[in-house]
């Protein structure tokens, strides 16, 4: 597993937490990254992605203004804050690198998946 997320946890409503991910530089360096999570029962979805130099993001529509996805290319290590948390934002998070350059073009990375639980 190349990619280590960490910082999940349990939260109340309304708590915050911050997400990180890290990988190795030679696949950092040549990824676009992103954050994806899936609930019990449900499939894996896109929570927000960031490009290879950090100057585009994207994010769904359901955390919009709630989450920022960042990533500091010197510790080759992205983040997701998440602020303003509610309980369908439960779920397992995992990590996402998707290679651009060769020869990681089109090849798909992960982590093993941190937890996030959001009580009412």
């Known amino acids: 597993v190349p990619l280590v997320e960490s910082g999940g946890g349990l939260v109340q409503a309304g708590g915050s937490l911050r997400l990180s991910c890290a990988a190795p530089?030679?696949?950092?360096?040549?990824?676009?990254m992103g954050w994806y999570r899936q609930a019990p029962g449900k499939k894996r979805e896109l929570v927000a992605t960031?490009?290879?130099?950090?100057?585009?993001?994207n994010y769904a529509d359901s955390v919009k203004g709630r989450f920022t996805i960042s990533r500091d290319n010197a510790k080759n290590t992205m983040y997701l804050q998440m602020n303003s948390l509610k309980p369908e934002d439960t779920a397992i998070y995992y990590c996402?690198?998707?290679?651009?350059?060769?020869?990681?073009?089109?090849?798909?990375?992960w982590g093993q998946g941190t937890q996030v639980t959001v009580s009412s």
């Open positions: 996402n690198a998707r290679g651009l350059i060769k020869p990681l073009i089109g090849k798909d990375y």
């Open positions: 960031i490009t290879n130099g950090g100057g585009s993001t």
């Open positions: 530089g030679s696949i950092f360096s040549m990824s676009d």
